[in-house]
Each structure stands twice: as structure tokens, then as C-alpha cells.
């Protein structure tokens, strides 16, 4: 035996040793994720992490069941019934909900947990759109505290489920003295309002950081609390020893793990290496090499029940449409450019190569497993020379046989050579380097620019990038476009990070969104997803499947491929392991 492999049987040794073998007995889940949330703010964070854990320590009224794909009551008795003009919703809670202190759910929650959503004053610009483009207002029975009406402005496809998307707060908690009483719907729809001292200071308390981190700031009606956060390394929940739902049939309402542990675990090798010790119970995350590996393994299958299924969601290159002209230079203004750069994507070879195959190609925002996906529109292959011909038309050609094309703006000769945002990680490393080499063939250069969720979050949401590889969880739900594509979700720093819009794109959105008609509603998608295919704001690339990887020793291990996947809190320790 050589030293080198002396050295390495040692070292082995020594780390096997040192690794403490998890008690599986335990009635604990652990899942992993890839990073941790933006924070757990009940309105002003907004990362795919985030509603995670929303979905074991926060309610909603009604919410979308995995199985049949359609809306289901949870904190109410029923859905809501409308009036005749469809302008005004029915609701009444059940009348068994009550707040860790022991307080009953009332529709002054609801009320107060609207205005919280809908105030210009909270920072929820990412998808505060979504919201006061439809309420109008709510308003509590005199007569009955479990039951309240909810106006909406006007005809909208949204107005019936539109208050599922928001995360009941309680009043008592955030406001005991009822600060926000003095506000009325029509103060803060309109703006107009003075804001005084008062009001202006609990908008800044509520919006503080404190309150997105902090264990004990983070309130909810869920089965579950945030019981201790260890920054870039886990979240722990523990189960509530006292809950109003604990006697619910309903999966969503079970809570059968005594804790939930979401550990991060950012590497492939290491998640790998975590299911293959079985220090982990659940991932959605792991890639796909990794699992495919796994699943030839005896090992695995005897403890792991292991699937992909395809997912709502889409990956794309966004790409800036306004820059500001000075840090981030007009690369991408011209729509020849963008179209250009979308020639230059070796996206087939991309899923071939770090994917296995394990995706599907898109052209739309809109997921092609929805009946409003248009499929009309074809993918854009790659062709270098295509790609060539379009730069040259818009006027970047290789003035001085660098290999690097060029063009004079404001005066000044500039290289196209922009920044290349992406989420760090080693796979989206991989799938950028892939393109960058692509986009070189046309004399394009590409700087890979990796951060972290919440800078790289933060930047799109400023309209600080160049370009930037990102992706959009979705659902089976209807995705309002208001949110991604309006021009007010630009102006107003919402998720229209590119700058896509203009008049007749916001008329389409709003006619799809103000009909209750079904084939109107449609026909204005297919006409939104067609102009944007145009415009060229995103290079579509591919919905990825999902990955699952469920421990056997727990019953109940359904997967879905509607977020998020596996039900933790139903998750049923096996008898048989005790």
C-alpha cells in the first residue's frame, strides 16, 4: 500500500468514527433545502424557502388541495358564495380557531390582516399588486365576529380566492391598540392619507428585520413555530403541545412529526452524502446525477421511496430592459439583442448534460401543464449564426478583432460584456459556465456574477443586473400576471425585474383578470404569452421535474407535483420503529 492511500484509509477511518449515527426512533423529519429563506416575514418576504415553512406555522383561508388541484376551505367552514353583480364574497370562519394565546379567530383578523397586505406602507411591493388591483375592502358582520364580506373593485377571475393568498395575522398581537383602525380600505387604496407619527412608526416596527428572524417574533395559526434558527444552517419547528386543529382530518392539518428540522445543504455531494447515511428524511432538492446514482443503489431503495415527477415552475434568463445607463450599461434594450442572445442558449444540451433529461423546454411563462399554456409558439433553437446576423442588424459587431463585439454608445466604444447574475450553487455554476462558452461563439462575453438568495434577490427587485439566471416556483392555482408583468410592477419595484410592458400588454392583463369568462380569460393569456415570446424579456429555458426522496420509516410518504411536494407535518412515524 502506497502512503497516499495509507493516508487516505486513515483519514477515513477517522471521519467514520467521528460521525454520531442518528437516532431514527426519533419522531423528528428533517428535510432538506438548498438555502435559507429571504426571512419569514408574513408579508414582506417572498422566496420559494419561505412559503415552505409558511406551510407548517402559517393558515390561509382557503388553499389549494394537491390532490384534486382545486380550492378547498381550511380556516373557513366553506368557500365563499358571491352576490349577484359577483362584486361581493360571502366568508365565515370556523368557529374552533384560536391564536397561541388562547384567542379566538375573528373577522377583525381577516380585516386587519387586508390592510397590512394592501397599505403601500408595508414592504410587500413584490406582490402587493396582486392584491390592490382586486380588494376593495373587507368588512366585519356587526352580528356574527366569524363573519365578513370582501368587495372587489370590479369583476375579477382572482376575486373568489384572492384572500387564499394571504397569511392571517393577529390583530391583538401586532396592534393591541388598534393603530390601523384608523385607516380606512378607501385611505389606503387611494394614497391620500396623512400619515402621522404614529401610523408612519408601526409600519416601521412591523417592517423591521426583527420580525422576519427573530424565533419569537414569528407568529402563526400553523400546527407549528419556529422554535430556533441557526442562520445558514437550519430552522427548527417544534409541534405546538396545544392547537386548534389538532383534532382536523384534513392532511393539511396534521401534525404528526414532533419536530420539523430544514436543514441547508447547498452542495450535491453533500446531500448526497446525507441520504446516503440517512441524516436526512426528505428532499425535493437534490440533482438529479446525484439521485440517479442513489437509486441503483440497494441501500437507498430498502430505506428511500424515490421519484421525479414533473412541476409547475419555469427557469429563465431575465434580462434588463431598462437599465439605469450608467453601472449597467444598455446591452439589452434593443429586442434584436435579446432574441439574439436567445439563439446563443444551448438549452437541449443543457438538460442532456446536467439534467439527464429530467426537463422539459418552455417557451411561456405560463406552465405547459395548464390548459391557458400557449402552445403555438415554438422553441428557439440554437443557431450561432442567427445570433450573429441579429447583433450585427442592431449594430454590435468586432470593430478591432478582439473576437469581442462592440458598439459607440453615448460616445464611447463598449465591448458587450455584461454581468451574469445567478444564485450561487455548483450546478447553476455548471449550467452558466455552459452558456457562457455559447454566447463567446457570437462575440458575446458573459461575466458569471454568483451571490447569495437575498443580495441577488434584492438586485432584481432594484433593476440592478445586466442579466441574471433565475427561476419562478408556480402552481396549478391561476398566477395572476399582474405580478411578473404588469408596468406597475416595474415602476413600483414589484417581480417585473426586466422592465417587460407597455399599454397594450397591461390592457391584455387586465382583461384576462377582469372577466369571468372563461375562454376571454384565455384567449388574453395566449394573446400576453404571445408578446412577451415577442419582447424577448426572459429566455424561457425549462421546467425542471422534481426530485423526491422520502424516508420509509414514516407512513404517508404521498408526492405531489404541486408545491411543495411531500406534506412534512403528515409524515407518520412507523410503529414498527419505536
Known sequence: MNKKALILLLLSTVLTACVKER???????????????????????????RSYVFEYTQKTLLRLDLESLEYVPDLLKELPVSSEDNKTFYFEL???????DGSLLTAEDIE????????????????????NSVIESVKTDPENPLKFTMRALDINWTAKTILGGIYIQQKKYWDPSGILDKLSFQQILSRSFKE??????????FNHADNSFKPKKLQGLGPYIVSEWEPSQYITLTRKSSWWGSKDTSVYNKSYPEKIIFKVIREDASSYLALKNQEIDVTTNIGTVKLMKLRERDYFNNNYDSDFLNRYGISYIGLNMKPDGIKHKPFFVDKRVRRALAYTIPVDEIIEVMMHGKATRQTSSVSPLKKTYNDTLTLIPLDIEKAKELLTEAGWVDTDGDNIRDKMINGVKTPFSFKFSYMSSP????????????????GIVAEPTPMDFSLFYKNAGDHKFDAMLAGWGSSAAYSNPMQLWHTSSWANKGSNFCG?????????????????????????LLKLQARIYEDQPYVFLYCSK?????HKRFNNREMFFEFPGVMLNNLDLNSSIN
Open 94 to 100: 370556523k368557529d374552533n380557531i384560536r391564536w397561541d
Open 23 to 49: 437516532n431514527l426512533s426519533q419522531n423528528t423529519v428533517i428535510a432538506h433545502i438548498l438555502s435559507q429563506p429571504d426571512g419569514l416575514h408574513p408579508y414582506n418576504n417572498n422566496s420559494v424557502m
Open 546 to 550: 422534481r426530485k423526491f426522496a422520502v
Open 500 to 524: 417587460f410592458g407597455d399599454a397594450e400588454s397591461d390592457a391584455l392583463i387586465e382583461e384576462a383578470n377582469k372577466t369571468l369568462d372563461y375562454q376571454t380569460h384565455k384567449n388574453a
Open 427 to 442: 450546478a447553476s455554476k455548471e449550467v452558466v459556465l455552459m452558456m457562457r462558452e455559447s454566447m463567446y461563439k457570437a
Open 112 to 131: 386587519f390582516s387586508t390592510k397590512i397586505m394592501l397599505c403601500h406602507l408595508t414592504d410587500n411591493s413584490q406582490i402587493r399588486p396582486i392584491y
Open 196 to 205: 402621522t407619527d404614529e401610523i408612519t412608526n408601526w409600519f416601521n416596527d
